[in-house]
């Protein structure tokens, strides 16, 4: 069964039901500065850390808002993990939370974590993917190395990036990510199904993993075409992160692969169309 400390499911409701603080707005819409060596490192090898992306003052509002959101979602879920799919076992994930939850809203239509992706990918505009809250239960397996833009059906994953935002602080053996640096190369293609046929593309049995520890409030961006994993969940308690993927304004609709058809932020395109329907906003 799904427990978060602190919260029941009325409580959450209560917090979920409740304009978040002016402080917190505020927060959320402040600039974030970046340096042209972050900027670079990002391009260079894919992923980059941001240390205070959300600062101390305002990490318990926002993490108790998404707690009460996971809650909410996957409470009545009354399962051990040895129970679930192997890949339930890599993450309790919690997708399009903001269209469901206004104070999550609030959240992910920030314009401090878009204004971080619009620096990084050096755009005009960004727009919204979706969210997906990403908890690692006690005692979860790894989640397998993958490329997110496996799973989305647009044509330029080079425009694409991921923000995971540490709710608690998140040492390797709480299941950290990690990153295979310069694996943001187009040419560098390979389908991971972590749904179902999880494997290890052989050309990176060759390369070195870099994990990537963070502290409450750090986050790592990265491309949609970087190699990632993370690590199991050795310790006792709930290893929280919250995503958001985010897309360059322009970007087209791939409709090549029949799963793709039915893609919620994509719903009504045509191949070729410029992703801009009610799911992915400019936040930015």
Known sequence: MVRIEGLTELSASEILNSDISKSLKKFLDEKKELTPEQINFYHNNGFVKVKDVVTEEYL?????IIEAAV????GKDERDLKQKSQYEQSFLQCGYLCWDFPAVKEIVFS??????????????????WHDQALFKEPGGRITDAHQDCSYWPIHEPQFTSTMWLALVDVPVEKGCLYFYPRTNDPKLR?????????????????????FMPLKAGEATFHSGLTFHGAGENKTNQMREAMTIIYIKDGVTFDSSDERN????????????????????????
């Open 60 to 64: 318990p509002e926002l993490r108790r």
């Open 190 to 210: 390979e389908y991971v199904d972590i749904f179902r046929n999880p494997h290890q593309p052989e050309f990176l049995k060759k390369e070195e993993k870099v």
């Open 71 to 74: 809650l909410i979602r996957k």
């Open 111 to 128: 314009k401090r974590f878009a204004g971080i992706v619009k620096d990084l990918m050096q755009a005009e505009h960004i727009r919204l």
């Open 261 to 284: 058809k039915t893609h919620t932020s994509c719903i009504g395109l045509n191949e070729g169309e410029i992703i801009n329907t009610k799911y992915t906003p400019i936040l930015i």
